[in-house]
């Protein structure tokens, strides 16, 4: 299945949802039950947006776009912190409004039993989703799977307290479970933000990956050959490196083109999928702007 179909699975569980929970907060009058019915309303909206983002994330390069467009899902996981931030503060307000003026919760068990049934409905499709996001490396399945994952436990904790509120009486326990959920909705945003502004901002592959890299460099650096000049950057999926190649002057270029043929293999095995730039130069002269090195890659 490709990720757009994943994508599709998730809006229908979100449309489900929202039926559900809204439901639920009708038949109750609980802010816990609607701060839960909230969060389904931002799932649907950012699972249409980043459908429409990774379809654009997947179109081939083209000549305006020649490196991909692999950061088209960096908006995506931006949006989605953007809104869901917007949801924790709209059920803070509504907590504090309760707070404020209390108001007797009705049919808690109904409302409750419909809330379990979305949970299971999201729960199912949040396993699916992080399992595709692995297999696809898409940030795109991997934010909408955490994001759906936290509902399932925000939605069993909040059923419990309201189950808890039908027990004892305590009608403050309400709104105070929103708040709880709004705060926690509040993290999962900043990491989704985090994220996309990593993306957004061009970081270095991970550690390991650049370990690799400078392992299959050291491996090829001969009397006369080294390397120096190492950059690396991840874009979504796409993964790249560059970097210089020196080699004895009075080689001819048939020889240097196919040294470095050899290095770009032996980088293309030890990281699948990166695309490699390396810039072939003499020993002892870098291009105009750098300065001269011998520090080693
Ligand atoms: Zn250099």
């Given at each position: 299945m490709k990720v757009a179909h994943y994508l599709r699975a998730s ?40 459908l429409?983002?990774v ?73 699916m989703?992080?399992?595709a ?165």
């Amino acid at each position: 299945m490709k990720v757009a179909h994943y994508l599709r699975a998730s809006i229908a569980a979100a449309v489900a949802t929202i039926v559900l929970k809204t439901a639920a907060w009708w038949l109750t009058g609980s802010v816990g039950l609607l701060s839960d019915a909230m969060e389904s309303f931002v799932n649907l909206a950012a699972a249409v947006f980043a459908l429409a983002m990774v379809t654009i994330a997947h179109a081939p390069a083209d000549e305006d776009h020649p490196f991909g467009h692999g950061k088209a899902e960096y908006f995506s996981s931006g949006f989605e912190g953007l809104l869901i931030l917007g949801a924790a503060l709209a059920i803070i307000w509504a907590a504090v409004q309760r707070l404020l003026l209390p108001e007797p919760l009705d049919r808690l068990g109904l409302g409750v039993a419909l809330s379990m049934v979305s949970s299971a409905i999201n729960g199912g499709v949040a396993w699916m989703l992080l399992r595709a996001a692995r297999e696809h490396d898409s940030i795109a399945l991997e934010a909408d799977g955490r994001h759906l994952m936290t509902d399932v436990w925000t939605s069993i904790g909040v059923a419990a307290g309201v189950l808890l509120v039908s027990l004892t009486g305590w009608w403050w326990l309400d709104p105070l479970l929103a708040i709880a959920v709004a705060l926690n909705i509040t993290r999962e945003a900043w990491g989704l933000l985090r994220r996309s502004i990593d993306g957004l901002m061009d970081r270095a592959l991970s550690e390991a990956e650049q370990a690799a890299i400078r392992r299959v460099l050291a491996e090829h650096v001969r009397e006369g050959i080294r390397f120096d000049h190492l950059r690396t950057r991840r874009a979504a999926r796409d993964k790249f490196c560059q970097f210089h190649m020196h080699v004895p002057g009075r080689w001819s270029l048939w020889l240097a083109a196919s040294r470095r043929a050899a290095v770009e293999r032996a980088l293309s095995q030890a990281v699948p999928g990166l695309k490699v730039t390396i810039e072939l130069l003499p020993q002892s002269v870098e291009p105009a702007g750098l300065q001269e090195t011998q520090e080693q890659a």
